[in-house]
T-cell receptor, first 115, second 111 residues
Framework: AQTVTQSQPEMSVQEAETVTLSCTYD???????LFWYKQPPSRQMILVIR??????QNATENRFSVNFQKAAKSFSLKISDSQLGDAAMYFC????????????FGTGTSLTVIP | DVKVTQSSRYLVKRTGEKVFLECVQD?????MFWYRQDPGLGLRLIYF???????EKGDIPEGYSVSREKKERFSLILESASTNQTSMYLC??????????FGPGTRLTVT
């Protein structure tokens, strides 16, 4: 099974500043999908951003962007201009087209935004 | 908007009871999943289903079973609830190669 590692259980950032959440994964596959999900306190898990491994360009969604380093098997999430509403648990996830029905999740990073 | 709903947000059951957690999705997705979420452990896959009446064990299927009689509905069953099954249970659905859509979760407490 693939493994996804988030080495930062907790992170904090000052409002309006930038923060980077780390994620590494282990795979022998060349084609796969990577995701960052956000789970606000007591609320539903939602997708923040996704990246297809065959795409060299890093995905960007407004204030959220990724640094995808395929050779290093690294997929970090950068949040710019942090807002109070960004406070949440963030999960990194891997999906393989070969076992296309399974997602593999990291253990999560709890992000606190300080006003 | 894709909608995944779960039958209960909070549930309290006694040890030994049979528990049913229901999940319904409205986007005709082939794949449905049940996870449990525990602090420090992230999301762990219990079972998933890629078609009606089809199911596959995930990482922690012991003590659980599932049922998928209709495409839109995926049920998680705890045959005899135990205190170590106290957890947050998340249901998700997805098309074959897309992202997952999650339900709001069911926080189950077994006393």
């Amino acid at each position: 099974a693939q493994t996804v590692t988030q080495s930062q259980p907790e992170m904090s950032v000052q409002e309006a500043e930038t923060v980077t959440l780390s994620c590494t994964y282990d795979t022998s596959e060349s084609d796969y999908y990577l995701f960052w999900y956000k789970q606000p306190p007591s609320r539903q898990m939602i997708l923040v951003i996704r990246q297809e491994a065959y795409k060299q360009q890093n995905a960007t969604e407004n204030r959220f962007s990724v640094n995808f380093q395929k050779a290093a098997k690294s997929f970090s999430l950068k949040i710019s201009d942090s807002q109070l509403g960004d406070a949440a648990m963030y999960f990194c996830a891997y999906r393989s087209p070969l076992t296309g029905n399974q997602f593999y999740f990291g253990t999560g990073t709890s992000l606190t935004v300080i006003p | 908007d894709v909608k995944v709903t779960q039958s209960s947000r909070y549930l309290v059951k006694r040890t030994g009871e049979k528990v049913f957690l229901e999940c319904v999705q409205d986007m005709d997705h082939e794949n449905m999943f049940w996870y449990r979420q525990d602090p420090g452990l992230g999301l762990r896959l219990i079972y998933f289903s890629y078609d009606v009446k089809m199911k596959e064990k995930g990482d922690i299927p012991e003590g659980y079973s599932v049922s998928r009689e209709k495409k839109e509905r995926f049920s998680l069953i705890l045959e005899s609830a135990s205190t170590n099954q106290t957890s947050m249970y998340l249901c998700a659905s997805s098309p074959p190669r897309g992202k997952q859509y999650f339900g709001p979760g069911t926080r189950l407490t077994v006393t």
